[in-house]
């Protein structure tokens, strides 16, 4: 099976900020080595230059590139399938295990021509009809939020714990929950009937990410049993 519920329980997302390659790469090592359950790398535009906040980095293709393949090498090592955000092309290129694609990104279809059966292809959904449709076109997963409030996301909007359980329990595929998820509110999600749940900040703005990581998956770990 390309994707188990099981795999989606800590589901660790690249944040959109500094550092960049390397450094980047031994962050989500850290992640891994915490028990993150998938990787996802995920980069929007540029960054803020943490030397000067007046300046950004460009997230160039060939940066894109090299992180992609470091994060890659490290999620075979620790056995976590690697997923690439929006960049379907790249994820093709370098034999990703996956992509995770928006409502206004490639359709379904066409990224399933492009990287064929035996890849993973997760949506973001955050209405009930989108992720019935998301199901219905062969999506493997489905991500849904913003569950709580974030900051990470300007346009997150935020999804009520009702409608939020409704998807979960409306489609035969996974639901992952994602937006401001953190180890003292993830337990609200808990009998939603999520499959996992996508973090961001609460794990790379802590000083110690393996260990934060580690507390999250054992609660993740208690809460998202197969079922
Ligand atoms: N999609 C919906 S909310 C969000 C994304 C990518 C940001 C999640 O980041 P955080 O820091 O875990 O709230
Ligand atoms: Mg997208």
Do not use: W
């Not at 894109?64 to 999620?75: F, K, T």
């Not at 009998?191 to 990581?213: M, P």
């Amino acid at each position: 099976m390309k994707l188990t519920r099981s795999q989606l329980a800590v589901y660790v997302i690249t944040p959109p900020t500094y550092p960049t390659g390397q450094e980047l790469a031994d962050q989500v090592e850290q992640s891994l080595k915490g028990g993150a359950t998938i990787i996802q790398l995920r980069r929007k535009g540029s960054i803020i230059d943490p030397k000067d906040s007046t300046k950004t980095i460009t997230i160039t293709p060939e940066l894109m590139r090299e992180e992609a393949l470091l994060i890659q090498a490290l999620c075979k090592q620790y056995n976590v399938p690697f997923l690439i955000d929006d960049n379907v092309q790249l994820a093709a290129d370098i034999k990703a295990d996956g992509v995770h694609i928006g409502q206004d990104d490639m359709p379904i279809a066409e990224a399933r021509k492009i990287l064929g059966d035996d890849v993973i292809i997760g949506l973001t959904a955050n209405k009930l009809d989108d992720a019935i449709r998301a199901y219905e076109e062969g999506a493997d997963y489905v991500g849904s939020g913003a569950v709580f409030a974030t900051g990470t996301k300007n346009d997150a909007t935020p999804l009520s714990h009702k409608a939020f359980e409704t998807i979960c329990r409306s489609i035969p595929i996974p639901v992952v929950a994602i937006g401001g998820i953190t180890e003292s509110n993830m337990d609200q999600l808990d009998t939603t009937g999520l499959a996992g749940f996508a973090i961001i900040s609460d794990i790379f703005n802590d000083a110690d990410i393996e260990t934060k990581t580690s507390r999250i998956a054992q609660k993740a770990n208690r809460m998202v049993l197969p079922h």
